[in-house]
């Protein structure tokens, strides 16, 4: 077979030996051009066809193209030569399937079989892909018999032009377990119920009988025996009730019943109702309306109150009911009893029961006094109502309110209190144990309302002009410039008051304070003693003390005062001499060594003498001005006669009064 590629190469003229290096892939042969001596390059199959039949355009070394031919040329399409020993295969020894083409053994090329997931895919040759679904009989689409469930009988109605269904015979309709069955009739061996046409497949016999209840009509239908009928040697036969006869036999009478002429129940077994024959055993059971139920005891599910097998006992039928104790009584582990005097039950438990205030676990402890109830593990009233303080919780009455769990008298503006509801008035507030207002608000006649003036240190006071009472300089704003001095609004030291507001005054003299005053801000206020009141700079405070909430007040460890001077432990004293104080003693006081006394000054225009002091009213002249509403009575206290603190209608607040 050499010979041919020998002769291919002469006819263009090259010899073997001139042949270059092979260019076509193997074992394809190279078209030696006779002019270049190599391999015939292309770009068109027909070139090559033209140069020597059979010879095309082949991708070759290089990734260039070139002339080959393939192995022997066999005749038909996708057939090639067999090659083997370093030679074709002629046709001297070419057997089935191979066959003989232009004196060469030639074979169909057999593509490699395709990699299936056999559990799902099955092969189709020519397909594709070549996998294809496995399908169900009527169940999917199919193109090939290979995908119908094998040994099925069914066969796929489509090709791969147009797929189809895989579907059973016409003598196999029935469709069971993805096999194709035929059908039977009554009589004919099954396999399964679907086969038998109106029947069922007996499970022992393993052929096709009528439904229960039915019969063999003449001609092999199954007919249907009435509601009230039994099928015996197929006959439709009445059937019988418990206590009617039986002549067709036991076939006739109620499920477990026997037949002796009478339709009858067993032995050890009674008749509920005509058609069934119950056990009902008396020692474990017990039958109620013809239905047997068995005896329980407590705290086991129920149906009729019989079933509890206890003294005492009751069941009241509903869903999840369990044998209980009647009212009033509860379980102690062996039958129903009542509860001892002085105890109550609740949750089928005894308990003791509790007074007000004593301690409870549930609210039934609490029913010894009128609207009890168990609170946080207490006995106390409900809401809404209060202790009367003797054997019962009742409701308060008008003129009182209740706080903290008890009926307290509603209080007006000024009395005393200890909680906030006491004081029965818009935003009223219990301060220093006073009824007042809270913080910034001041009380308006029917309710503490918003501040009408300057808030300070928590507290209202009204705004002033020059002349009127004042206790904090930030009250002095109706007049320019004008501050609080001496509890009156007036212009301070180098100014003048020129009928507008306070003017400075060139050069002024240096401001001189009396005795018992001591120098502060350009201003003279009084000098105060140990636990004094009223201070409103610490620069008033003497004896070591400084102010406090409007009160001279010694420092810790030094809180014994003596000769007005703030002393601790060993009789030391905690004085400081204070930046601008006039050293004068205070009056009245005495000090370890002399005894000085000093005149009260003579008070004048609307002011009032307080001890050693010239202090300031009200614009009505008639309290002192005060202000109490934070401290309350005990504010009061060292401003004899003005003791009480009370509402001033003059300036709307709270002032000390007499």
Known sequence: MRLLQALCLVVLGVSLSAAATIKCPSPMMDLIDAATKVTKTCTTDAECNAAFAGYF???????????????????????????????????????APAECQADMCCTAAQPAPANCNAAVEVEVAGADPPCQPKVGIKAGACMDNAQCPPGSGATCSGDMAAPGTCDCPAAMPVVVNDKCMAEATIGDPCLDTAQCVGGTCSPTTKKCECPPNNIKDAAGACVACAATE???????????????????????????ATCNRFCLCP????????KDCIRCDATTAVLVAGSCYPKVSYGVA???????????????????????????????GKACKSCDAGRVIANNVCYDMSSYGAACQVNQQCTSFANGICTAGQCTCTAGNAWNGANACAAC??????????????APVGAACMYDGECAYLNGACVKNVCGCNGTMQYSGSGCGVCDGIVQNNLCYPYAAKGQPCTVDTQCTKTGGTKCIGFVCECP?????????????TDPPPATCKAGEVKVNDGCQPLLPPNGFLCYYKEQCSGGSTCVEYQCTCPAGFTTIVNSVCTGPGGVTATTPL?????????????????????????????????????AKTTDGVCLNVNCLSTGTAGCATYAPYQKCAYNAAQKNYFCCP
Do not use: H, Y
């Open 267 to 274: 032995a050890g077994f009674q008749a509920n109702g005509p």
């Open 397 to 410: 009455t008008a003129t009182q309110v209740l706080v903290a769990n008890q009926c307290m008298n509603k």
């Open 302 to 332: 129920c149906i009729v109150q019989e079933q509890c097998s206890f003294a005492s006992g009751v069941c009241t039928g509903t869903p999840g009911t369990t044998c209980q104790c009647i009212a009033g009584s509860v379980w102690d």
């Open 230 to 256: 039994v099928p015996i040697n197929n006959v439709c036969e009445k059937m019988k009730n418990l206590g009617e006869t039986c002549p067709k036999g036991v076939a006739q009478c109620p499920a477990g």
């Open 493 to 505: 030291s180098g100014t003048t008051f020129n009928s507008v507001s306070c003017t400075s005054i």
């Open 579 to 615: 930046p601008g104080a006039v050293t004068t003693p205070i009056p009245g006081a005495v000090t370890p060594t002399t005894t000085t006394t000093t005149m009260a000054p003579m008070c004048t225009g609307n002011t009032a003498r307080i001890g050693t002091q010239c202090l």
């Open 57 to 95: 355009c082949a991708d070759g070394a290089g990734g260039a193209k070139f002339c080959c031919g393939a192995p022997g040329a066999c005749t038909k399409p996708n057939f090639i030569a067999i090659f083997e020993n370093d030679d074709f295969k002629d046709c001297t020894a070419c057997a």
